[in-house]
């Protein structure tokens, strides 16, 4: 039951921070690689994560999963930025964004899977 609790609440962080909080400034620094404002956009998600994993289980492995959070969800929106098509009337946009959510998911999958093992 706890995974899935968890699991809800990666989800509701995700919606909250990458489509209610997400500045448009943020949105045009994520495809700068090393630009402060991109980079404090995926600071956000890391320290989102951090907490809900201290709620669970305060110790060091919700410091660790705050920290690759951060850094994964900062390469995985770079990464669409940078190659994935930015015209939202053209279906490869809707393909990339699906992509993009989806490997924000697996990533949250991995949390959640290395939380229960260790």
């Given amino acids: 039951m706890i995974v899935l609790l968890i699991l809800l609440c990666l989800q509701i962080k995700h919606w909250y921070v990458d489509f209610v909080n997400q500045s448009d400034a943020e949105v045009i620094a994520k495809g700068i690689y090393g630009d402060i404002v991109g980079v ?7 320290i989102f994560t951090y907490l809900i994993f201290l709620l669970i289980e305060p110790n060091l ?18 990464i669409k930025r940078n190659y994935g098509n930015q015209d939202i009337q053209n ?11 989806m490997a924000h998911q697996i990533c949250y999958l991995g949390y959640i899977s290395y939380f229960v093992v260790v």
């Avoid at 404090?40 to 890391?46: D, E, I, Q, V």
């Avoid at 279906?91 to 959510?101: E, P, R, S, V």
């Fill in 40 to 46: 404090w956009h995926s600071t956000k998600h890391g």
């Fill in 91 to 101: 279906k490869k946009f809707w393909a990339h964004l699906g992509l993009d959510q």
């Fill in 61 to 78: 492995i919700a410091l660790f999963v705050g920290v690759v959070d951060i850094i994964l969800h900062y390469h995985i929106d770079w």
